[in-house]
């Protein structure tokens, strides 16, 4: 897959947080904060590293991306319609009676959706478990998890984290989403995870430390991941909550706001 050139890849970011943005405010409710944070992880992985045929969505072959933290899916819709998944205005549906785009994941409503999430930590599980069914049957595609910091504090994840080592699960990518922040507060006030890398060192990760919103980090930490052929990866990208709007950067209380439809406008000046 061809690599996006710095302006193409910065006009594609302001685009997807612009989708983001209007849709949530359409909706009415929602998360903000968290999938804005992770847009620059999703664009590189979709445009430049994830094996996918939109036309295909179920093509044997293809690596999946499970989304742990289910609760930010307006950055994977909007990922996946800029891919082509479905049509882009259908965004303008998030969260409505009927709609395909339902404010958790839902699978089997919308192509491209792998899991439907919602229940923090199941995610993750299920994704251990793909990767490790595709490890048994001789399988080279890869599973890409994302997963929320505050997540992270539910003990299933803990315990899929353990099976990943144990079975030696190369060919799956945790990514965590290292914004600081949950629902009801700082992850540092709440219960802290740091050191998160020597925590997963520990379990027996490759564990990767990157600045989630840095374009050649992520590039070089794909990377380094694909060329992992011992041991699952994490990357612990340290993101910004509510990344691009100056109004919502770095506060919980957009974990799980929608922008009113003055804020919206705001926002999306801000993202021209
Ligand atoms: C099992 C479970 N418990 C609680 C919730 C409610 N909940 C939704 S998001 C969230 C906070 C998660 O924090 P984090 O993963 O860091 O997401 P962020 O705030 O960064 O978007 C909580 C507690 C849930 N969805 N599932
Ligand atoms: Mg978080």
């Not at 690596?63 to 800029?82: E, K, M, Q, R």
Request: charged share 30%.
């Amino acid at each position: 897959m061809a690599i996006l050139k710095e302006k193409e890849l910065k006009e594609k970011t302001k685009e997807i947080r612009r989708s983001i943005i209007s849709m949530l405010a359409k909706a009415g409710s929602g998360h903000s904060a968290g999938a804005l944070g992770q847009v620059e992880l999703y664009t590189i992985l979709y445009k430049e590293v994830l094996k996918h045929n939109p036309k295909k969505p179920l093509d044997p072959n293809r690596d999946f991306c499970i989304v742990s933290n289910g609760h930010t899916c307006p950055v994977l819709y909007a990922t996946l319609a800029d891919n082509g998944y479905f049509p882009k205005k259908e965004l303008l549906t998030l969260r409505k009676l009927g709609s395909r785009l339902q404010g958790h994941p839902h699978k089997g409503l919308l192509p491209g959706v792998e899991h439907s999430g919602g229940p923090l930590g199941q995610g993750i599980s299920f994704a251990v478990g793909l990767a490790a069914s595709l490890r048994r049957d001789k399988k080279t595609n890869k599973v890409y998890c994302f997963v929320g910091d505050g997540e992270l504090e539910e003990g299933q994840c803990w315990e899929a984290l353990l099976f990943a080592a144990k079975e030696k699960l190369s060919n799956f990518i945790l990514i965590v989403d290292r914004n600081y922040i949950q629902i009801d507060g700082s992850t540092t006030q709440v219960l802290h995870l740091d050191p998160l890398d020597k925590k997963c060192e520990a379990f027996g990760f490759h564990t990767i430390s990157l600045d989630g919103n840095n374009p050649q980090d992520i590039r070089k930490a794909y990377k380094s991941a694909l060329q992992e052929k011992k041991r699952p990866t994490v990357l612990i990208a340290r993101t910004i909550p509510g990344k691009g709007v100056s109004f919502m950067e770095n506060k919980v209380e957009w974990h799980g706001k929608a922008p009113t439809k003055e804020e919206a406008e705001k926002a999306l000046e801000e993202l021209e």
